[in-house]
């Protein structure tokens, strides 16, 4: 009796779910142990329900002998294979084999049945018209009364359109990744916590340069800078945004006594909010909120901008060159007026004397002497009228951080010459002064050129020069210190004299340039300051103050 149960268990496990039905010229023993598998509250099922289940049911199902001989198939297995009945009683199963399916696969088949185990997977069959299908195949063994093999119950569904649906999805999985992986452009998946998900090589070689830091973290930080907003608040509501322009510094950048943008990074970044579906069984009914991911695109511009500020430097470099020409014509014409001022200022005392003495006034000698001073004036009025005018130059926010990195830009070849090496401590934000930006481009020109000429005094064998900026209350300071011999007290005051340099060397050449960097910087409403010696260690340190509050005639100007 246990035996029987334990037939009866073994082939409703081979059935299973697919209600095997017997062919009708199956054995009368095998239609009564079909028909004494399934038992309901009411009794034993007809075998009748269990053929009519098995001929309409929507699976392909054939039965054999063990010789694999077909003794029935249903309606869908010959819709299937495009054969007749009377085409496949009697012939082998092989008939739809395909010679593509790997023989290894018949063998596992057949080993699982010859150990009475059921065995699925997938073949290439043959369709009666020759077309190929994939067969997702299920075959179980239906025991006898004995325990042995009587029959084999094969069942199988056609599987190619979801094969193909499959390879489609997997191809174009394949290819977008690749697509986005080999993008020029860095782009990143983020999880609403902000979490990266997806960084393509772009991401990951920035990740590299940033010595391991997280890119998304830096960009959304500049991100959220340029736009004065958290990107997780405002955006998460639709607030998507493309091409803003942010820029981050990599760390240990080594190029700074040049001037130049290495160790800068620009980026032009678009982000949009990206819905992702819950794919829970639980929620497969149900229509949640769905997730959001946020996508960051990256487009790396620091070429572009490097290119740009190559053109903007030597437009700076042209103008400053204009001006330098026009200094260098108010240099020579001032040098003439202050030259030609000393005798005509004896002579003017002279002839003050003799009018003191009582001299006749038409004395040859007072004559003579009045007559030079008239034409010394109406000379001097002359070399002053031809003095060349200041450059109109309109008022606008100016970044001396940037000021700083464009004089450094155009020095470079001198920096170079000599040997500098530039230290630069630029403030991370510096607040923007109103003014003349050639002009305070001049001016910090000069401020750099004066430690040049320091750094190249006799016996100074370190050449450094540090730059720096910070906010000094209401102030934008720029501080210029060299590590050259320093400046002597007596010379601090005297070195913004015209045609007065504190350096040995440049004593030779010198000219009026501290003269106009400290007129700049008082139209400025702002100071120039040598600091002294005993307030620092070595060199010669120039402060400059730029007030963030304009002067009234910068505002006035502005205003016109």
């Not at 001299?359 to 009025?381: H, K, S, Y």
Request: negative net charge; glycine residues 6%; hydrophobic residues 40%.
């Amino acid at each position: 009796m246990a035996r029987t149960e334990n037939h009866k268990e073994r082939m409703a496990e081979a059935l299973g779910a697919f209600l095997a039905a017997p062919p009708p010229n199956m054995p009368l023993e095998l239609l009564e142990a079909f028909g004494n598998m399934v038992q309901t509250e009411d009794g034993v099922l007809p075998p009748r329900v269990f053929q009519e289940a098995v001929m309409q049911s929507p699976v392909a199902i054939s039965i054999t002998n063990i010789q694999a001989k077909i003794l029935y198939a249903n309606h869908a297995f010959l819709r299937m294979t495009g054969y007749e009945e009377h085409e496949l009683i009697g012939k082998n199963q092989s008939i739809l084999s395909y010679k593509v399916t790997p023989i290894e696969v018949y063998q596992e088949l057949w080993e699982n049945l010859l150990a009475q185990k059921p065995w699925n997977g997938v073949l290439i069959n043959k369709r009666k018209d020759g077309t190929r299908y994939l067969a997702d195949l299920t075959v179980a063994p239906v025991l006898g009364m004995e325990g042995e093999t009587s029959y084999y119950l094969a069942m199988h569904r056609d599987v190619t359109e979801v094969h193909e649906l499959e390879h489609q999805v997997r191809n174009q999985k394949v290819l977008i990744e690749s697509v986005v992986d080999m993008a020029p452009v860095l782009i990143a998946l983020l999880d609403i916590k902000g979490e990266v998900v997806l960084g393509n090589q772009a991401y990951q070689r920035l990740s590299n340069d940033l010595q391991g830091e997280e890119p998304a973290k830096l960009i959304l930080s500049a991100l959220s800078d340029v736009m004065g907003a958290e990107i997780f608040i405002g955006a998460r509501h639709g607030h998507n945004f493309l091409n803003k322009e942010i820029q981050i510094e990599l760390p240990h950048a080594t190029g700074a006594n040049t001037g130049s943008m290495v160790g800068t990074k620009w980026f032009s970044c678009s982000e949009i909010w990206v819905d992702e579906s819950n794919i829970a069984v639980d929620d497969y009914f149900e229509h949640k909120e769905k997730e959001c991911c946020l996508l960051l695109v990256a487009n790396d511009v620091t070429q572009q901008k490097q290119q740009q500020e190559q053109v903007r430097t030597n437009a700076i470099r042209a103008l400053m060159a204009e001006q330098q020409l026009v200094h260098g014509m108010r240099e020579t014409l001032s040098g003439a007026v202050f030259q030609l001022q000393g005798p005509f200022n004896m002579l003017s005392a002279a002839l003050a004397i003799l009018t003191r003495r009582g001299e006749d006034a038409n004395d040859p000698l007072q004559t003579a002497l009045q007559e030079v001073l008239n034409i010394g004036e109406t000379v001097v009025g002359n070399l002053n009228a031809a003095l060349p005018r200041r450059t109109k130059e309109a008022v606008q926010p100016v970044n001396l951080n940037e000021v700083v990195h464009e004089v450094l830009s155009i020095s470079t070849e001198r920096l170079l010459a000599q040997g500098v090496q530039v230290d630069l401590k630029l403030a991370p934000a510096l607040p923007s002064v109103l003014g003349h930006r050639y002009e305070l481009c001049s001016l910090v020109k000069q401020l750099v050129d004066n430690a040049i000429d320091a750094l190249g005094e006799p016996g100074v064998v370190r050449r450094e020069l540090l730059i720096a900026t910070q906010l000094s209350d209401d102030n934008v300071e720029i501080s210029v210190q060299d590590t050259g011999p320093g400046m002597v007290d007596a010379n601090r005051f005297k070195v913004f004299e015209p045609f007065f340099s504190g350096w040995k060397q440049a004593k030779s050449k010198a000219g009026m340039g501290l003269t106009i960097a400290l007129e700049v910087a008082k139209y400025h409403g702002g100071s120039i300051e040598i600091m002294p010696q005993n307030q620092y260690r070595q060199g010669c340190l120039i402060r400059l103050l730029l007030p963030l509050q304009a002067p009234r005639q910068l505002t006035d100007e502005m205003n016109k």
